[in-house]
């Protein structure tokens, strides 16, 4: 297995503008995590999902934020508008089941101007 | 007081010194992750332990859930070792991940 997906690598922006990041679990993971790290605040669980489903956003920072799990294979973390404090990196984890060990994306480093 | 406080927040060590990293926290959990961050900033699950000891080559993890500590030890460190390793609880009430503030490593040859 390749291993968790994450896409954009990086991705520069512009103030305003709509960002989307993307997720592709491992095969079979059932359970998906959103995180964000920086300088400041280090690492944030930000959302997770649990066989497609929500089970706890209250990590998310404001309304500006958005995640979907549409299917098992896919996941996505919107931010509109994005601000420049939102530059961060995200990773986007997942694993067999709540509770059991998680494996990480390479990251999406976003740096909004 | 943060939930979940590591120390040392740095650390410079030797080739082949043993290294102890710890990690304590005040809330009730149902499990303890440790996770290495390279350099390059890719992020790996070391261990999740929830009871006792877990091994995997010279790493080595504990926990102490009466104490609500654990710690993280390194044997014969290795220059490729050098890495920030940060320590994350899973909450009993909700799974939610709260982390420590993490511990860069380095290991001089």
Same mark, same amino acid.
């Given at each position: 297995?390749?291993?968790?997906?994450?896409?954009?690598?990086?991705?520069?922006?512009?103030?305003?503008?709509?960002?989307?990041?993307?997720?592709?679990?491992?095969?079979?993971?059932?359970?998906?995590?959103?995180?964000?790290?920086?300088?400041?605040?280090?690492?944030?669980?930000?959302?997770?999902?649990?066989?497609?489903?929500?089970?706890?956003?209250?990590?998310?920072?404001?309304?500006?934020?958005?995640?979907?799990?549409?299917?098992?294979?896919?996941?996505?973390?919107?931010?509109?508008?994005?601000?420049?404090?939102?530059?961060?990196?995200?990773?986007?984890?997942?694993?067999?089941?709540?509770?059991?060990?998680?494996?990480?994306?390479?990251?999406?480093?976003?740096?909004?101007? | 007081?943060?939930?979940?406080?590591?120390?040392?927040?740095?650390?410079?060590?030797?080739?082949?010194?043993?290294?102890?990293?710890?990690?304590?926290?005040?809330?009730?959990? !149902?499990? @303890? &992750?440790?996770?290495?961050? #390279? /350099?390059?900033?890719?992020? =790996?699950?070391?261990?999740?332990?929830?009871?006792?000891?877990?091994?995997?080559?010279?790493?080595?993890?504990?926990?102490?859930?009466?104490?609500?500590? !654990?710690? @993280? &030890?390194?044997?014969?460190? #290795? /220059?490729?070792?050098?890495? =920030?390793?940060?320590?994350?609880?899973?909450?009993?009430?909700?799974?939610?991940?709260?982390?420590?503030?993490?511990?860069?490593?380095?290991?001089?040859?």
């Amino acid at each position: 297995d390749a291993g968790v997906i994450q896409s954009p690598r990086h991705e520069v922006t512009e103030m305003g503008q709509e960002v989307t990041l993307r997720c592709k679990p491992i095969s079979g993971h059932n359970s998906l995590f959103w995180y964000r790290q920086t300088m400041m605040r280090g690492l944030e669980l930000l959302i997770y999902f649990n066989n497609n489903v929500p089970i706890d956003d209250s990590g998310m920072p404001e309304d500006r934020f958005s995640a979907k799990m549409p299917n098992a294979s896919f996941s996505t973390l919107k931010i509109q508008p994005s601000e420049p404090r939102d530059s961060a990196v995200y990773f986007c984890a997942s694993s067999l089941a709540q509770g059991s060990q998680a494996f990480f994306g390479q990251g999406t480093r976003l740096t909004v101007v | 007081k943060n939930e979940v406080e590591q120390s040392p927040q740095n650390l410079t060590a030797q080739e082949g010194e043993f290294i102890t990293i710890n990690c304590s926290y005040s809330v009730g959990i !149902s499990a @303890l &992750h440790w996770l290495q961050q #390279h /350099p390059g900033g890719g992020i =790996v699950s070391l261990f999740m332990l929830s009871s006792g000891k877990k091994k995997h080559g010279r790493l080595i993890a504990t926990i102490n859930i009466q104490e609500k500590h !654990s710690s @993280l &030890h390194i044997t014969a460190s #290795h /220059p490729r070792d050098s890495a =920030v390793y940060i320590c994350a609880v899973v909450h009993n009430a909700g799974n939610m991940l709260t982390f420590g503030g993490g511990t860069r490593l380095m290991v001089k040859p």
